[in-house]
Protein backbone atom coordinates (compact mmCIF):
# COMPACT_ATOMS: atom_id res chain seq x y z
CA UNK A 1 0.00 0.00 0.00
CA UNK A 2 1.14 3.77 -1.01
CA UNK A 3 1.16 6.21 1.09
CA UNK A 4 -0.66 9.56 -0.16
CA UNK A 5 1.94 11.68 2.12
CA UNK A 6 0.25 14.73 4.16
CA UNK A 7 -3.23 15.62 2.78
CA UNK A 8 -4.13 19.29 2.78
CA UNK A 9 -6.97 18.95 5.73
CA UNK A 10 -3.85 18.00 7.70
CA UNK A 11 -1.53 21.04 7.04
CA UNK A 12 -5.00 22.67 7.14
CA UNK A 13 -5.63 21.96 10.89
CA UNK A 14 -1.55 22.47 11.56
CA UNK A 15 -2.33 26.02 10.49
CA UNK A 16 -5.70 26.54 12.18
CA UNK A 17 -3.91 25.25 15.42
CA UNK A 18 -0.98 27.37 15.23
CA UNK A 19 -2.80 30.30 14.66
CA UNK A 20 -5.46 29.60 17.44
CA UNK A 21 -2.21 29.05 19.84
CA UNK A 22 -1.42 32.43 18.51
CA UNK A 23 -4.21 34.37 18.92
CA UNK A 24 -4.82 32.95 22.43
CA UNK A 25 -1.71 33.99 23.38
CA UNK A 26 -1.64 37.20 21.92
CA UNK A 27 -4.79 37.67 23.91
CA UNK A 28 -3.06 36.96 27.69
CA UNK A 29 -5.00 33.65 27.55
CA UNK A 30 -3.66 30.04 28.87
CA UNK A 31 -5.32 27.09 27.49
CA UNK A 32 -7.33 26.15 30.28
CA UNK A 33 -9.24 30.20 30.04
CA UNK A 34 -9.81 29.86 26.54
CA UNK A 35 -11.48 26.11 26.62
CA UNK A 36 -13.91 27.06 29.55
CA UNK A 37 -15.02 30.25 27.82
CA UNK A 38 -15.51 27.81 24.53
CA UNK A 39 -16.90 25.49 26.68
CA UNK A 40 -14.79 22.68 25.90
CA UNK A 41 -11.92 20.48 27.74
CA UNK A 42 -8.45 22.00 28.04
CA UNK A 43 -7.56 18.40 26.51
CA UNK A 44 -9.42 19.17 23.34
CA UNK A 45 -8.48 22.93 23.36
CA UNK A 46 -4.58 21.03 22.73
CA UNK A 47 -5.63 18.86 20.16
CA UNK A 48 -7.00 21.71 18.00
CA UNK A 49 -4.00 23.68 18.89
CA UNK A 50 -1.49 20.93 17.59
CA UNK A 51 -3.51 20.32 14.75
CA UNK A 52 -5.12 16.83 15.79
CA UNK A 53 -8.34 17.38 15.71
CA UNK A 54 -10.20 20.49 13.84
CA UNK A 55 -13.27 22.31 15.41
CA UNK A 56 -16.57 21.95 13.40
CA UNK A 57 -18.69 25.01 12.03
CA UNK A 58 -20.21 25.77 15.74
CA UNK A 59 -17.05 25.59 17.48
CA UNK A 60 -15.02 26.98 14.74
CA UNK A 61 -17.26 30.46 14.89
CA UNK A 62 -17.11 30.20 18.39
CA UNK A 63 -13.09 30.64 18.45
CA UNK A 64 -13.14 33.46 16.03
CA UNK A 65 -15.36 35.17 18.44
CA UNK A 66 -13.18 33.81 21.61
CA UNK A 67 -10.24 35.34 19.84
CA UNK A 68 -11.73 38.58 19.23
CA UNK A 69 -12.00 38.17 15.66
CA UNK A 70 -14.28 36.73 13.01
CA UNK A 71 -15.35 33.40 11.25
CA UNK A 72 -14.14 35.53 7.56
CA UNK A 73 -11.40 36.69 9.15
CA UNK A 74 -10.34 33.86 10.67
CA UNK A 75 -10.53 31.61 7.83
CA UNK A 76 -8.58 33.87 5.35
CA UNK A 77 -5.77 34.05 8.04
CA UNK A 78 -6.12 30.31 7.67
CA UNK A 79 -5.56 30.17 4.28
CA UNK A 80 -2.85 32.83 3.43
CA UNK A 81 -0.72 31.15 6.01
CA UNK A 82 -1.35 27.51 4.12
CA UNK A 83 -0.53 29.81 0.60
CA UNK A 84 2.46 31.04 2.61
CA UNK A 85 3.64 28.02 3.97
CA UNK A 86 3.17 25.88 0.42
CA UNK A 87 5.70 29.04 -1.40
CA UNK A 88 8.03 28.54 1.54
CA UNK A 89 8.28 24.78 1.41
CA UNK A 90 9.05 25.17 -2.80
CA UNK A 91 11.43 27.63 -1.70
CA UNK A 92 13.32 26.04 0.88
CA UNK A 93 13.09 22.73 -0.86
CA UNK A 94 14.25 24.62 -4.00
CA UNK A 95 11.65 22.98 -6.45
CA UNK A 96 9.56 23.50 -8.56
CA UNK A 97 5.89 22.65 -7.84
CA UNK A 98 2.82 22.84 -9.50
CA UNK A 99 0.28 22.62 -6.39
CA UNK A 100 0.84 23.30 -2.27
CA UNK A 101 0.18 19.60 -1.43
CA UNK A 102 3.52 19.10 -3.86
CA UNK A 103 5.13 22.04 -1.81
CA UNK A 104 4.01 20.30 1.86
CA UNK A 105 4.76 16.71 0.86
CA UNK A 106 8.30 18.04 -0.75
CA UNK A 107 8.83 19.93 2.65
CA UNK A 108 8.54 16.38 4.64
CA UNK A 109 10.17 14.39 2.95
CA UNK A 110 13.48 17.44 2.98
CA UNK A 111 12.69 18.35 6.94
CA UNK A 112 10.12 16.08 8.47
CA UNK A 113 6.72 17.07 9.76
CA UNK A 114 8.93 18.99 12.16
CA UNK A 115 10.55 21.25 9.50
CA UNK A 116 7.01 21.75 8.06
CA UNK A 117 5.72 22.82 11.29
CA UNK A 118 8.27 25.29 11.65
CA UNK A 119 7.60 26.68 8.04
CA UNK A 120 3.37 26.85 8.96
CA UNK A 121 4.52 28.89 12.55
CA UNK A 122 6.43 31.32 11.01
CA UNK A 123 3.54 31.71 7.62
CA UNK A 124 1.27 32.12 10.51
CA UNK A 125 3.21 35.10 12.04
CA UNK A 126 3.47 36.87 8.54
CA UNK A 127 -0.06 35.98 7.83
CA UNK A 128 -1.21 37.43 11.35
CA UNK A 129 1.80 40.91 10.70
CA UNK A 130 0.49 41.65 7.49
CA UNK A 131 -3.61 41.58 7.95
CA UNK A 132 -5.57 43.96 10.09
CA UNK A 133 -5.19 40.40 12.63
CA UNK A 134 -7.81 39.23 14.20
CA UNK A 135 -8.88 41.83 16.55
CA UNK A 136 -11.36 43.02 18.68
CA UNK A 137 -14.14 44.14 16.65
CA UNK A 138 -13.50 48.47 16.45
CA UNK A 139 -15.28 50.67 18.50
CA UNK A 140 -18.43 52.21 16.59
CA UNK A 141 -17.54 55.76 14.97
CA UNK A 142 -18.55 58.55 17.58
CA UNK A 143 -21.64 60.88 16.71
CA UNK A 144 -20.12 64.11 15.78
CA UNK A 145 -20.51 67.23 17.98
CA UNK A 146 -20.96 70.36 17.65
CA UNK A 147 -18.83 72.29 14.87
CA UNK A 148 -16.54 75.06 16.87
CA UNK A 149 -17.52 78.47 16.11
Same mark, same amino acid.
Given at each position: MQTQ?????? #????VLGKLVTQLREQRGLKQVELAAQLNISQPVLSRI???? #?QPDAYLFEQLASALGTTVPALSANVREAMARTASAAAAATHTNVETPAQAWNQAVAVAGVVGLLSLIGFAVAAALSSSDAPTAPPASPKAPGPKPS
Open positions: GIQEKE #VFGMESGK #V
